[in-house]
């Protein structure tokens, strides 16, 4: 849903998101290079883009409502306030738009039974009662140009519905991998994608995708002459 905001608002968002965006695409005066989130592995300062044909759960809807228009998305109620679980911040014009995701966890929010304090004329603490929102200049992901860029892996990592999706595409790669005989028995690997291991299921899609071996299905008799036979492997 749409929340209003203030011109005063908007310009404090803008800087601060502008700003955050500027940050998160260098590191140490070197730009961030970008690489397919079905190749992430453990190193630092990447950022991920989304190269699923398939868009699960949330994630769909979070993509359908970067494409709409303000117009088109119904108002936020004071009473939906406090169920607030992620928010959307587009920034741009008529030509040129990007849209960010931020996570927003419950210490961020403040309920309207929640009395906080703030100084006000520098030395008089007055309460307020109002629904607030804390944001923090951090965000999880960016859609820019119908692409999704993931800025935060581990975000990513505890979403449900991607997990799944990347489980079933390695137990269909598994399947392919029995079929082709290469490997004498796939058990343990079944048994840790069973165990819900998300970075060895990205690296199983990832081997398996990438092979050239496996992807021309190149027979066993021709890959035991080929060892055999080439002068580094005898």
């Known amino acids: 849903k749409r929340l209003n905001l203030t011109k005063a608002a908007q310009e404090q968002l803008l800087v601060t998101y502008k700003d955050s965006i500027l940050d998160n695409l260098r590191y140490e005066e070197n730009e961030i290079p970008i690489l397919n989130l079905s190749q992430a592995d453990n190193r630092r300062h990447i950022i991920y883009q989304y190269d699923e044909e398939d868009f699960p759960g949330s994630l769909n809807s979070l993509k359908e409502l970067s494409q709409l228009e303000a117009g088109d998305i119904k108002q936020l109620e004071t ?18 738009q990007l849209t960010l995701y931020k996570n927003i966890s419950s210490v961020e929010l403040i309920r309207p039974d929640t ?3 703030g100084l ?5 603490l007055s309460v307020n009662t109002d629904p607030s929102i804390r944001l923090t200049p951090k965000f999880d992901m960016m859609f820019v140009n119908g692409k999704l860029y993931v800025f935060n892996l581990k975000f990513i990592e505890r979403h449900e519905a991607y997990n799944k999706l990347m489980l079933d595409k390695a137990r269909t790669e598994c399947i392919a991998l029995e079929h082709l005989s290469y490997v004498e028995s796939i058990d343990s690997i079944k048994l840790r994608l069973d165990s819900e291991d998300m970075p060895f299921a990205r690296k199983l899609i990832k081997v398996i995708r990438n092979s050239p071996v496996i992807n021309k299905n190149i027979p066993n008799i021709e890959i035991q002459h080929f060892c055999q036979n080439h002068p580094v492997l005898k």
Not at 79 to 96: M, R, T, V, Y
Not at 120 to 124: A, H, L, N, V, Y
């Open 79 to 96: 009473e939906d306030f406090i169920k607030i679980e992620a928010i959307l911040i587009d920034i741009g014009d008529n030509q040129d």
């Open 115 to 117: 009395k906080w304090f």
């Open 120 to 124: 006000k004329d520098g030395d008089t």
